[in-house]
């Protein structure tokens, strides 16, 4: 294969949905799943495609615990270039991997450590020919309600439709020039991007949707830690 695949794992958050009372103060990617940090597991589901080249993870700085938490793990490096944000983050770390414009970037949550390899796969696969890029998701299955706030209570607004509704997940795979430019356009138009697909959008494309897996969940809440682990 001509291009290489990189793959980011931005990781300079510190999830505070995700902490319990009186929990030790750790970010949420380094602490323990089935004995091992949420970290460590994310990278190792990406390590399980021997096509993608090398595992970059942004830290942030001064992070200590990032060496340790992905010690001995192939293909993999830790940088401590994180940002303010996702979408600084992971423009960062595009930066600092010195890929070119035509190598594939998949871009992996470090909340995500249930990644199967098949989704992983079907990923890479679909976008390999694709002239865009795209990302793993699921259609809304659920009946999906707004809400609006009366006396400081959240009430239901409206019923949407779901169809053509999808939850994205992560990877998502872009080229590194086309990522590197919607992320400096969304920059500059001081656009919220919550992932990169939507900066994709923003530039005027449309990512492919490929279909992903439940077990592919963000560990968001606190009670995720326990059904993840009963997952993995």
């Not at 004995?35 to 993870?57: F, K, N, S």
């Amino acid at each position: 294969m001509r291009d290489s695949l990189i793959a980011i794992v931005p990781a300079a958050g510190v999830g505070q949905r995700a902490g319990r009372p009186g929990a030790p103060d750790i970010p949420k990617q380094y602490r323990l799943l089935a004995g091992q940090p949420m970290l460590r597991r994310a990278v190792h589901a990406l390590l399980a495609d021997a096509r993608i080249a090398q595992v970059r993870v942004a830290v942030s700085a001064g992070d200590e615990r990032a060496a340790p938490a992905l010690a001995g793990l192939p293909r993999t490096s830790w940088r401590a270039c994180g940002g303010a944000t996702r979408a600084a983050t992971v423009a960062a770390a595009l930066a600092d991997s010195g890929a070119r414009d035509d190598d594939w970037i998949l871009v992996h949550d470090a909340a995500r450590p249930g990644l199967p390899a098949a989704a992983l796969a079907r990923l890479i696969d679909a976008c390999l020919d694709d002239g865009v890029g795209g990302l793993l998701a699921l259609p809304v299955a659920d009946t999906v309600k707004s809400a609006r706030s009366v006396s400081g209570a959240a009430r239901v607004a409206a019923t949407l439709d779901r169809n053509g509704l999808w939850l994205a997940q992560t990877p998502q795979m872009f080229r590194a020039g086309v990522l590197r430019a919607a992320l400096r356009q969304a920059q500059a138009a001081g656009a919220e991007v919550t992932d990169e697909a939507s900066a994709i959008e923003a530039a005027g494309h449309a990512p492919l949707l490929v279909p992903g897996d439940m077990r592919n969940f963000k560990v968001t809440w606190p009670d995720d830690f326990e059904l993840m682990e009963k997952w993995l």
